[in-house]
Each structure stands twice: as structure tokens, then as C-alpha cells.
């Protein structure tokens, strides 16, 4: 989509699109303008008062899972979205369209867990025809195995699978429920199926699984997947984040390459990416860490988000969220989805400022944001 006429933009302004958080979140923070806030443009790509370009859109298509990772889930008691306020596929795919106008190139599907949704098969056969550079999909890897070739058959390019732990014990206390056997077996059928490379995400905790930190690197040399090291971030529903439980990226950096020499890999398409790139100097596999706590990686962030329910929301620590289902749910409002996100962009801050004094949890946590 084009440069927007000045009268819709006027028009547009009036739509009440809200800033909202959750009914028992505390009042959304202010959202600080950048050094370069002047008006916000109206043409050209999606970016920030800061100049950062978007172009990476995280889609949640549900918030409901079947695991309850101890980081990210309670056990008991987590209440959901009805369906009815869940977006319509049709509704997602129009945001996509507008999105990818304005210059999103890459998009990931998320939630919680992507593939407890009916029918996110053809979800993706639909974002496949919108035509996005990169199509990926996060998913807890528990019913991977059946849905492999499907969704490369759809058109996915790739996949990340979660698993924290190689030991079966320990795998199922971090997630509270499934088995490790049919996560390892999604990951082979995964490569079976094309979706290569496929990155394993590890959240490690203090104390909890940081003694597999080597077993993991292990994997990585072995099979070729790319083992992405996950700091413990403050958005666990049960509230038990705490800094000491932080296993930080110098730290597993640290113990990998006391064993195997590590190498730094830059210059690729995938630069912007959370997650620091590294590869064994013998040539024998990659890993990454992901140091959004210890190293926050804000400057170069190209990153928003769809919740669900139809929220924008341009930073995972950030309450602000900017609501278009209204928007979606009528056909021919795509200039004023394009002016909401641009202004949701727009209004981005400059980091996440989890070190500032008056940082605040975000009153959503990760599986009802998508991550
Ligand atoms: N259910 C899917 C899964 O587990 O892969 C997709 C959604 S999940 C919210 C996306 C990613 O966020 C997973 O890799 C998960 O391990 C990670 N995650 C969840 N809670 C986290 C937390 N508090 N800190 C860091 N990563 C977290
Ligand atoms: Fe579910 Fe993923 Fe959250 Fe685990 S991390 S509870 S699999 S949404």
C-alpha cells in the first residue's frame, strides 16, 4: 500500500483505536517519545521515532496450550480468550496483507502453541500467498510430527522447536506435561519435511537446567540444528522471575567455548535477529543466544507483534498495545489498519528498560502475548 491521503489520515485519527492492557494490569505506561519524534510519516516503510525499520511480524493465533512451562505458564488456573474474540483467520491474513505493503518481509507464527489451533494448516497455504520472504512457526514440538509435511507442503519455511532439557525427568517438570520422546522426533521430522534449518530454543534457569548447557551444544554439533540459548525473561505468569535464576549469554558463551572455540557469525540476512550467532570453529554446527535481559538488543529491534485478539503491540515488555480487530472485522478499512500500525510503530520506545528503577512486569505474560 502507497502513500495515504491526508484526509483519510485526518479521518483515521478519530477511529478509537485504544491503548489498553489487560482489566488488572496497571494504567498503560506513557510512551516516550524518540529524539526524532516529529510527525509521523505517512508514506514509506514501517518505522519508529527512533529510525528503526520494521520488517519481522510475530503472529499469535491463539493464547491457549497444551504444555505449562514453569517460565511461562501456571500450572492451574490460567484463563483464556473465548473463541470469539480470537481473530479469524481471514481477519489475520488481512492484516498480513496491509503489513506486508508497508514492508514486513518476514513472518513468524506463534502463541502459545500454534498447532493446538484447527486448521493453522491452511493459515499458513494463506500467508504463503501473501508472499513474505520468510514463514516461520514456534511451536512446543508435541505434535510437530503430524503436521510436518503439511505445513511444508502449505508453504512454511522453517521452524523453531522449544525443548529445555535432553533428560525425559526433566523435561516434563520444566513443561509440566508431554514427553521429550516426541519432541526429538518432531525435530527429525521436521528435517524430513524441509523445514531446515531447525533452531531448538532452550530457556535455561539457574539451577534448574544449566548443567545441560554442553549436552545441548552437543546437539548442535551433531545434528545441525541451530540450539538457541533463551535468557530468562520477567514474563511468566506465575511471577517467580527473579535475576539470580538469569543464566546469562557470556555465561553459556563462556562454558561452550571452554570446550569448543566459538566463532562469531555476522553479515548475514539475519542480522537483526534476537539471537547472536555463533559457530564452531571446527566447522561442526551453530548456536545462538538470545540476551534480551543482560544484553538488550532495542537498537536494532525490527520487531512487532499481533496478539491474538487483534492487539499491535510493539514490544514484548511493553503494555501498550494498540487494538484493530475492530478494524479487521470489516472488509475495506486497510488505510486505517495501515495508519494504526504505523502510529503502533510509531510509538515504539527506545528499549525496554528493565534496568530503569521504574521498570514494571508487563501484566501479560509470554503465551498471551505470542513469543
Ligand atoms: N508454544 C510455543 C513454544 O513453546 O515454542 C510457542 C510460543 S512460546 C511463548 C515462544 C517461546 O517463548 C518459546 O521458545 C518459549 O520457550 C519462550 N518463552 C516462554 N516464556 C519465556 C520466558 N519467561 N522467558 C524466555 N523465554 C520464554
Ligand atoms: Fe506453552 Fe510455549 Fe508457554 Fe510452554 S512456552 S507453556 S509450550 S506457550
Redesign the pocket.
Known sequence: MGRVAPERVRAAETVPVTLRGRAASPAPRRVRPGPAAGPMPLGGPLVDSFGRVHSDLRISVTDR?N?R?V??MPEEGMTFLPGAELLGFEEIVRFARVARGLGVTSVRI?????LVRRGVVDLVGELASVGFEDLAL????TSLGRFAEDLAAAGLRRV???C?SLRPDRYSEIRRRGELVRVLESMDAAVSAGLVPVKV?V?LVAGVNDDEILDFAELARATGRIVRF???????ADGS?RRELVVTADEVLGRIAGRWPLEAVTGGPDDRAPASRFRFSDGHGEIGVVA?VSRPFCGTCNRLRLTAEGSIRNCLFSDDELSVRHLLRTEGREEEIEIALRRAVWGKRAGHGMDEPDFLRPAR???MI??
Do not use: F, K, R
Open positions: 496450550c504444555l512451562c517460565y511461562c506463534t502463541g502459545g502453541e500454534p514456534t511451536t512446543n514440538g523453531n522447536v522449544s529445555d530454543n530457556v533463551i535468557e530468562y525473561m520477567p514474563l511468566d522471575w534480551s505474560s509470554m503465551s505470542g513469543g
